[in-house]
């Protein structure tokens, strides 16, 4: 809004000067002072604008220069000058702008990575949006996050373009002592190139490869992955500062990466690689918080809970292994019919507990049938043998259920779940 406003009373002082002097024949010398601030507020909006401004200011009065320069010197010398100042104000304000920009931009880069880092329901989308934003920040067309295991192995790969590299490639060049992504990671070099024939992550590809920058991430001294961005345009080089930029992000990213981990240990299930106890508990808390404080009737959060029947036998056959394997098999089909806005968290061991927004219990009970369905009659693998399971599950609605805390919550479904088993399991109950 601000950029638009300078830009109008811009041009309409502009327009208002020359008018005045081809119209009504108002002497330039007078009214040409006035352009100054025209000068100012160009130079404000970029640097190049407020330089080209004067400099077009100056061909439009070359004539006017010319034709002084026989009759009075002395004004001529004057457009002149002003011009020249013209000129030094327009660098001057354009510097100072371009300081406060990148001081602005840190400052941004941090507040909205920490905005980013704040919704971890989904690691995989937090380093995805990281990558994103990277790309945007940065103008590249491509950006990728590469991150190893603390023996140097290549733990995952995120990047904002739907085209990943080869993994496997990429474990190649982390082992090869010679390429420069092994060289980021074991000697913490930064690097950027603005000769078309060089690839951070493939080495030589060609004339097509991209331009690109690529650094460490760093964390305590211990490096944990790459940043690569890459340039799409041929007309696009980067520049040693951009590359002190993108290292000093780096540090930023490193240090939200690691509270991500830590994070992630906290709330998340490791196993699983979804949310825990802790936030579940904290989730639930505060739907509740917010179903007090705003008495509103119209917002239903629908809770379920899913407890895998028999499942200790898994456990007394086929040991740990095998019921993990049905746990992770049991999520993947789980969130397969639940929407992408709905919440699943593991409670603990084989319970769970989902969240459904706006949904009543009718709903809600049809969505769970239909994975109950579905889930008793699919045949899980276990050491190449068939397997069959069921769930049992019970409901409450938010505020239809009277609870007014998370112990409350659990209580009304673990009682409700109780009742459930009774039936003969395999069974959904919401009353």
């Keep these: 809004m601000r950029r638009r406003a300078a830009v109008i009373i811009g041009v309409l002082l502009t327009v208002l000067v020359f008018a005045a002097y081809y119209l009504y024949n108002i002497d330039l010398v007078y009214t040409h002072w006035i352009l100054l601030i025209p000068v100012i507020l160009f130079a404000y909006i970029d640097f190049n604008i407020g330089i080209y401004y004067s400099i077009g200011i100056g061909l439009s009065t070359i004539n006017y ?87 140097n192995f290549l733990d995952r790969v995120f990047s904002d373009s739907k085209e990943m590299p080869d993994k496997k490639e990429i474990e190649d060049k982390i082992r090869d002592e010679e390429s420069l992504i092994s060289k980021v990671l074991s000697n913490g070099e930064i690097f950027y190139s603005n000769f078309t024939e060089m690839d951070i992550r493939f080495e030589t590809k060609g004339k097509n490869s991209p331009k690109f920058m690529a650094v460490p991430i760093e964390v305590k001294g211990k490096r944990i992955g790459v940043i690569t961005v890459e340039s799409g345009d041929r007309y696009r080089n980067y520049s040693k500062e951009e ?111 989902v969240i459904l927004e706006n949904k009543g219990k009718y709903i809600t009970k049809d969505i769970l049938e239909e994975l109950r369905n579905r889930y008793m009659t699919t045949e899980l693998f276990i050491k190449e043998r068939k397997v069959k399971m069921t769930f049992s599950a019970s409901i409450i609605s938010l505020p239809m259920d009277s609870v007014d805390s998370y112990d409350e919550a659990r209580d009304l479904l673990e009682k409700r779940l109780y009742r459930a088993k009774l039936t003969g399991k395999n069974f959904i109950l919401e009353y």
Excluded: C, W
Aim: charged share 35%; net charge negative.
């Design 243 to 353: 590359l002190k930029n993108l290292y000093e992000y780096a540090a930023i990213v490193g240090i939200l990466s690691e509270n991500m981990e830590y994070y992630k240990r906290g709330f998340y299930d490791e196993l699983l690689e979804i949310p825990g106890d802790r936030y579940i508990k904290k989730k639930i808390e505060s739907i509740i918080e917010d179903k007090n404080r705003r008495n509103d009737l119209s917002v239903l959060h629908t809770i379920a809970m899913l407890d895998i029947d028999n499942f200790k036998k898994i456990n007394e056959i086929y040991g740990a292994i095998g019921g993990d394997i049905i746990l992770k098999k049991s999520v993947e089909m789980f969130k397969e019919i639940l929407g992408e806005n709905d919440f699943i968290g593991r409670l603990s061991g084989n319970t769970f507990i």
């Design 65 to 151: 220069i010319v034709t002084l320069s026989v009759k009075d010197r002395e004004k001529s010398i004057l457009i002149v000058e002003n011009i020249v100042i013209f000129l030094i104000v327009a660098y001057v304000i354009g510097v100072i702008v371009e300081r406060i920009k990148k001081k602005d931009d840190k400052l941004t880069a941090y507040s909205d990575l920490v905005k980013i880092s704040s919704e971890r329901e989904d690691r995989d989308k937090f380093y995805t949006q990281m990558a994103e934003y990277t790309s945007k920040k940065f103008e590249s067309e491509k950006t990728y996050l590469i991150f190893i295991t603390k023996d």
